[in-house]
């Protein structure tokens, strides 16, 4: 149950900090109107805050969930901009996954 917890928080987590890098970059390179900057904004501060919600130390938090945000970039990729993820594309996700897997679930001295 845990481990379920860990990387459904961890996506959510990742979804807030692409939406909320997304927007502005809607904004500078397609024009969109600047009040994007706002929910952007919002977007970057949950974000933030989601991954105070971990029970483990910061860094090894910051650590593996680079993994799960790489496999929700590559799922954004696919889904939000219309382009087929490469086999090298979801080969690399699952590996960073892997990682993520590696570093929060291993058995740790108490």
Known sequence: MYESKTLGLFVITAIAEIVGCYLPYLWITQNKSIWLLIPAAISLTLFAWLLTLHPAAAGRVYAAYGGVYIFVAIFWLWIVDGI???????????????????????????
């Open 84 to 110: 087929t993820p490469t086999q090298w594309d979801l080969l690399g996700a699952g590996v960073a996954l892997l990682g993520m897997a590696i570093i929060m679930f291993a058995p740790r001295p108490a």
